[in-house]
């Protein structure tokens, strides 16, 4: 039983190399920005008026020192707390009010995740009803990308947030704490032993906010997205 179990987890934790090879769809177009960045686009006729937009970032817990445990995924958090474009000030709305103010809902249609090798985030469903919308949503991908402010009084509130998370996980879900078991045997050795998302709450709950800014400034300029 042991074994099986330890053989679902390692499932659960290949690295997503696999589903890169697979052949790409025809009816998706590929290319490749000046500043680097890969882009695809596909047309989709199910829900006509609708777009989704996704940027895909190749930095996850991987990337982690011992004592930045949590701190990729405390930045995914931090990327709905403030951008450049997007500082939730004045007159000027934060991406939340803003997408939901077209209808996208955060939690069902705008939402993100952080994994052992990359960083998603996702604005779905938006409806395309009025011009601008795109470029609105572009923008958002944009600050994302490079553009998070990550001032103290956020980083504070962010805290108790992702600590009531991992409360949430460890206690409702089996599969957090089997993977916190299964993965320094699985991977003994390497440095995925030892690097779950979700990281240490003595991290996450008294890094100074200077760690967290010099790992973002370490990490965006090998940002390689995909829209």
């Known amino acids: 039983?042991?074994?099986?179990?330890?053989?679902?987890?390692?499932?659960?934790?290949?690295?997503?190399?696999?589903?890169?090879?697979?052949?790409?769809?025809?009816?998706?177009?590929?290319?490749?920005?000046?500043?680097?960045?890969?882009?695809?686009?596909?047309?989709?006729?199910?829900?006509?008026?609708?777009?989704d937009f996704y940027i895909a970032q190749r930095v996850g817990s991987i990337l982690e020192e011992p004592r930045q445990r949590g701190l990729a995924h405390f930045l995914e958090h931090m990327a709905f707390n403030g951008t450049k474009n997007f500082p939730g000030k004045g007159n000027r709305p934060g991406i939340v009010p803003w997408c939901e103010s077209i209808g996208v809902k955060f939690g069902a249609n705008l939402?993100?995740?952080?994994?052992?090798?990359?960083?998603?985030?996702?604005?779905?469903?938006?409806?395309?009803?009025?011009?601008?919308?795109?470029?609105?949503?572009?923008?958002?991908?944009?600050?994302?990308?490079?553009?998070?402010?990550?001032?103290?009084?956020e980083i504070d509130k962010e805290r108790g947030v992702i600590h009531e998370e991992w409360r949430n996980r460890r206690s409702g879900m089996a599969v957090q704490r089997l993977m916190e078991?299964?993965?320094?045997?699985?991977?003994?050795?390497?440095?995925?032993?030892?690097?779950?998302?979700i990281g240490y709450m003595d991290i996450v709950d008294n890094f100074p906010y200077k760690d967290l800014r010099d790992y973002y400034n370490l990490t965006a300029p090998r940002h390689s997205a995909s829209t």
């Open 1 to 51: 039983m042991r074994r099986n179990i330890i053989t679902l987890i390692a499932a659960l934790l290949l690295p997503l190399t696999a589903a890169a090879q697979l052949p790409q769809d025809k009816a998706v177009r590929k290319g490749k920005l000046k500043n680097g960045m890969t882009y695809y686009i596909r047309h989709n006729d199910k829900e006509k008026g609708l777009a």
């Open 111 to 153: 939402n993100a995740y952080t994994s052992i090798d990359q960083t998603v985030y996702h604005i779905g469903s938006a409806p395309l009803k009025r011009e601008g919308i795109i470029d609105s949503c572009l923008l958002v991908l944009h600050d994302w990308s490079h553009y998070l402010l990550l001032e103290d009084k």
């Open 181 to 197: 078991s299964a993965m320094p045997k699985v991977y003994k050795g390497t440095k995925y032993e030892d690097c779950l998302p």
